[in-house]
């Protein structure tokens, strides 16, 4: 149940930070993800724990009305943000190292009534000794092997990079609202390094788990421009669902296995993120920035 809820607040501090990146930022998501985010902290830690009433103290009165004055107002709106998110992560560390604790426990009573280890070294020592009674003296590997079980092995904690498939973790995802032309053009761009399509931020929210275990798995989010047709909201909404996917991508994969390819002439997140962001009509090519970004990271992309 901890951990369940501790996701959501992991979770809510990814939303966040795709927030803080939106220029200008959006009141209106703002105010939901505040509530929501006090929610799960009140649900994580209770409503008398001293880092919820912190998450409360962050969001501060703003002195001016957004009409009145309105880069003045998200300025402010963008530091009540940033407290709001330092205390989402306090909160995140604080019970980590609670559950660390309880794990070293767990192994500290489970290993308490474990053999000594110079008790396992007679034991594998007297059956050695018999071995070389059976063989004349020579303990060859084979009877060893029989007399000997073998040691269990231990689980990997992240599957290995030719078991990713196996486990719906590509190697390389492309990310994008809508298969539109610009999207169909990365994913073929990048099919020789099997690039596998993710539509839609509740397709992606669903594989968080496989996400966080798919050691060197690599994302591009594709930020497509409006499509004839679309109403100035519906592209907006695109834009933003396009930004909270790299803010919830940087913070699974890191900001080294993350970049963005966008429409139009304007970035999707401001500068200094540190995800890389390439324009699809860029002269000098799109592809070599992006894998180069990604070898870089550590991404085994040949």
Sequence with gaps: MVA????????????????????????????????????????????????????LAARRAIS???????SYYLTQLGANLRRELAVLRKCIEEVEAAEGAARREEYLRATASDPAPSARARTAQSRSEAVRGRTGGVATAAAVAVETPPPTARAETRPAASERGALGVPSLLVYCEREEKCARAVLAALEAWGAKPVSGLEKLLSMREALRGGAGTCAVVVASGSSGGDAPAESSDRLRSAACAAGFLAALLGPRRVSVVFEGESPLLPEGFGILQVSIADPDGWRPKVLAAFRAGGADLK
């Design 64 to 70: 001016v009305r957004f009409e009145v004055d309105p």
């Design 4 to 55: 369940s809820k501790l996701d959501i607040v992991r979770k809510k501090e990814s939303e966040g930070r795709a927030i803080l990146q939106m220029k200008p930022i959006d009141r209106e998501a703002y105010a939901v993800w505040s509530e929501a985010a006090r929610a799960a902290v009140g649900e994580l830690l209770g409503a008398e724990s001293q880092l919820y009433k912190e998450l």
